[in-house]
């Protein structure tokens, strides 16, 4: 299994919080993605990088921002959550230069905004 | 922007064949993804399709039609296991996927 951990796991917030949530990966893969997960609509994508530094926006941007320092880890906050926001969020990874088209995802965290 | 339509659920017995069907609309096809996920797991990959035809992996083939925006997964040799939602979806630079709302699979005994 690809080395993707998503910290934290659980988290429940209220409304109007900043809240960061964390993708790490030992795989030193190039590609991250931030992905949510809601009934009814799939995966739909969030923000995504495709390098260190390098980020753009996805599908349903709106109200998150990333930020990437350093290969093995792609942050996603809400900088200030509404009850929209719950969610579970995926990150993935995949490479240019190993199986290009697959992507592997980490374990979910799942987010609620009260 | 990008859409993909897939049945909501399908249901099928064990040792059956079922096939899932894909449409898509996009802008900047590169290929089309099927991934697999388990009630409250991660989706986990099964087969991209970047050219017209058929890939078989094991128990499970993909098919493509470029011209006809469309696609499929046949899942053969149905076992309970392979209850689970599978999702297609389109890629496009950086491999970014944008995916279908899912379709459930039910495989009863």
């Known amino acids: 299994d690809a080395g993707i951990t998503q910290s934290p796991r659980h988290k429940v917030t209220e409304t109007g919080t900043p809240v960061t949530l964390r993708c790490h990966q030992t795989?030193?893969?190039?590609?991250m993605y931030w992905y949510r997960q809601d009934p009814g609509h799939g995966l739909r994508l969030i923000h995504y990088?495709?390098?260190?530094?390098?980020?753009d926006k996805g599908e349903v941007s709106d109200g998150y921002s990333v930020s990437r320092s350093k290969t093995e880890d792609f942050l996603l906050t809400l900088e200030s959550a509404t009850s929209s926001q719950t969610s579970v969020y995926f990150c993935?990874?995949?490479?240019?230069?190993?199986?290009?088209?697959?992507?592997?995802f980490g374990p979910g965290t799942r987010l609620t905004v009260l | 922007g990008q859409s993909l339509e897939q049945p909501s659920e399908v249901t099928a017995v064990e040792g059956a064949i079922v096939q899932i069907n894909c449409t898509y609309q996009?802008?900047?096809?590169?290929?089309l993804s099927w991934y697999q996920q388990h009630d409250g797991g991660a989706p986990t990959f099964l087969s991209y399709?970047?050219?017209?035809g058929l890939e078989e992996t094991g128990r499970f083939s993909s098919f493509l039609s470029r011209s006809d925006s469309y696609g499929y997964l046949l899942l053969q040799e149905l076992q309970m296991k392979d209850s689970a939602s599978y999702f297609c979806?389109?890629?496009?630079?950086?491999?970014?996927?944008?995916f279908g709302k899912g379709t459930m699979l039910l495989v009863s005994p």
């Open positions: 996009t802008s900047g096809f590169y290929g």
């Open positions: 795989e030193n893969h190039r590609y």
């Open positions: 990088s495709y390098g260190v530094k390098d980020t």
């Open positions: 993935a990874i995949s490479d240019p230069g190993q199986n290009y088209n697959e992507q592997f």
């Open positions: 979806a389109v890629s496009a630079r950086y491999s970014t996927l944008t």
């Open positions: 399709n970047a050219l017209d």
